[in-house]
């Protein structure tokens, strides 16, 4: 099908042209013959790179109203608001939390692209544009199953259809073993599809040999005079080979330790001369140094002279969107990267060595789920440049055949609902009560009846559970019974700011239990600490680790400033989480005193981009302790003082 042909105005049509898209990829061809021009819901479960975003874009632009794009991160939201904008005559929004469109606004833009979050916080405020949506795009809706972000994903698109008219639902996937179940749910028509517009070989290496899926066998040359490559020889080996055949290589690694260390590794082969790129990758080094004095920022500077970045969670972000953008350009020729990668932005390479296929857990190492392993390697073949994707998977003899038949034979894994998890939801129970959706526990799981959980589960009975989770919310002072015809429960003016303010009930309690401490306590016991350290010892601060040799030196710091916290020494259940809580107040309070992020970076061993995010995180906390205290009608000034200074 030529993009000529579909039903949009034609100055959508040349947009694409020009942009190169003529013939409509054969997913995006069944799309539109499943009528995602035609206000059809729809669940499009195909790889990456098949051109997920064109489909997305019909179902907007022909939608007769304005339209909702849900991302799960604010990286690609900006990548899609980016590709949004760029449309002819479409005025587009964001809503991510850091670059938004004034809250106002929003109700005046054709397509709003906004993060899962900001989505579920926009329907618990009543936002007056999300009830107005002729369609809904959901980007990476496999993430269901997804333990963190999942229960959020599926109560706001379950409020989401209930609280709007009817709106066109399109759901874009990863493959996954059951897109049906997930199609079923939102009475939608499905699209699943293996094409690739360029094709992907696997492969899996053992003791110098690569054998393909497609049956072709491949010695490595260094095997031929050495002994059998170990793991980093033969990924060495891999992306060499790549580079030298004119290609880009992403090789992935279990830990940011090791992104780290195998860049350096990989530096010393100084690919950016093999790549003809030794300008350019002159030219990032040089933006990078510029931008960062950290010791992480110049080792990553040093690494992009020779053409080779590493990338994780804990750098910068704009070191992060420096690298990726580098990569995209050709201006970089490898990048070593930890999983996250994989679920992030557009960076397609010729080929993909996923060299650890093992991940720490907290007391060990496990598998890999077979669609992150499939994500990785979906990142394999850039259309119109490289010829093919190859996607190498490093083992050895013993485990050749494992890692054959679990992610080169194996599909990926089914995506199942985690809503039964009770911490999601006490959080959803809350948000339904508090936004006046629900008003007794009959609503609360008529609501929940409709969600992806719901329609997985034959018999759902959520009534204990929900009985149990309305009950701890009225211990917690969040909700209260109500004695009156026809309504039960509702929220109390904590629950309502709790649900509000974005922070799950435990952090609540948690800040509520710290500033009725405090407003007991004389004014002097209360410090910039006493308020960082409630705030860093809730659910909704990451933790921070906390090596061997640190923990002496932070106990002590612990005990000196005892009489400034609300927990005493001998309290914690788990006194470890809270000693590393203590640790990232006392980050945030030496910067609110303004130590630069080099010396905290150096003196912490975090990472620049944890220190970013622990900064965002206290800015957020802050505010909900605000508006708790407003509600408790206790002032604590340190509170105001603290968010003029992060
Ligand atoms: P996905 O979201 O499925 O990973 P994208 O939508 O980002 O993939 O598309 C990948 C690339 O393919 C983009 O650069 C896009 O412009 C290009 N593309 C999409 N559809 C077509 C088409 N029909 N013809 C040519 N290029 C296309």
Known sequence: MHVGELPL???????????????????????????????????????????????????????DGPGLYVCPLRALAREKYEEFAELPGVSAGIATGDYDSAAAELADHDVVVATSEKVDSAIRNRAGWIENLACVVVDEVHLLGSPGRGPTLEVTLATLRRRTDDPQVVALSATVDNPAAIAGWLDAELVESEWRPIELRTGVYADGLVTFDDGERRRLPSDETSEPADDTVATADLVDAAVADGGQALAFVRSRREAEELAERLAEERFAETAGIGMEAAAVAEELRQTGTTEQGRRLA?????????????????????????????????????????????????????????????????WLPTLEVHQMAGRAGRPGLDPYGEAVLVGSPDSREELWERYVDADPEAVESQLRDRAALRTHVLAVVAAGFADSQAEILELLGETFYAHRTPNPDLGGVVGDVIAEL?????????????????????????????????????????????????????????????????????????????????????????????TGMDEPDAFESWLESVKTARILLAWTEGASAEELVAEYRIGPGDLESRVERAEWLLGAAAALADVEGVSVPEITRLRGQL
């Not at 003529?22 to 790179?49: K, M, R, S």
């Not at 992060?320 to 990569?327: C, I, K, L, P, W």
């Not at 007991?520 to 921070?544: F, G, I, K, Y």
Request: aromatic share 6%; proline share 5%; with cysteine.
């Open 302 to 366: 040093e690494a992009a002279a020779w053409g080779v970045a590493f990338h994780h969670a804990g750098l910068r972000s704009d070191h992060r969107s420096t690298v990726e953008t580098a990569f995209r350009d050709r201006e970089l020729a490898v990048i070593c990267a930890t999983p996250t990668l994989a679920a992030g932005v557009n960076v397609p390479a010729r080929r993909v060595v996923v060299r650890d296929q093992r991940r720490y857990t907290g007391s060990g190492t496990e």
């Open 474 to 566: 009225i211990e917690a002072e969040f909700l209260a019974p109500v004695d009156e015809p026809g309504v039960e429960l509702s929220a109390t003016a904590l629950g309502r700011q709790v649900s509000r303010q974005y922070v799950t009930p435990e952090t609540g309690r948690r800040i509520v239990d710290g500033l009725r401490q405090i407003a007991d306590r004389p004014a002097d016991s209360v410090t910039p600490l006493t308020v960082l350290e409630v705030v860093c010892d809730t659910p909704d601060m990451d933790d921070t680790y906390l090596g061997n040799s640190e923990r002496a030196s932070l106990y002590q710091f612990a005990r000196r400033h005892a009489d400034e916290l609300t």
């Open 9 to 63: 105005a034609e100055r959508y049509t040349d947009h694409f042209a020009a942009a190169g898209i003529e013939e409509l990829y054969p997913p995006q061809a069944a799309a539109v013959e499943g009528g995602v021009c035609d206000g059809q819901n729809l669940v499009c479960a195909i790889p990456t790179a098949s051109g997920k975003t064109l489909v997305a874009q019909l179902a907007l632009l022909s939608a």
